[in-house]
């Protein structure tokens, strides 16, 4: 399995063969810090590329306070 850390949040591991692209991670993230229940406003984003590649990484205005690891079900994110 893939596993990275992402240069704006280096206290967290990815595992992208654990994540399953269910968005708990970028809603929690958006309703702590905009207050809203939208995955576009997340500071974590997860895409699929259209090679099927999954990808997941964090802007730069994430603050690491790491609260998407503790929504994450299935491993995908955990602290390092």
Not at 29 to 50: H, Q
Not at 62 to 71: F, I, L
């Amino acid at each position: 399995m893939e596993t990275y850390v992402d240069e704006n949040n280096t206290s967290v591991v990815i595992d992208v063969g654990r994540c399953t692209q269910c968005i708990n991670c970028q809603l929690i993230c958006s309703i702590t810090y905009e207050k809203v229940f939208n995955p576009s406003k997340a500071r974590i984003i997860i895409e699929r590329k259209p090679t099927g590649e999954k990808v997941t990484r964090f802007t730069e205005e994430c603050t690491s306070c790491n609260v998407c690891v503790d929504y994450c079900v299935y491993g995908g994110i955990t602290l390092e």
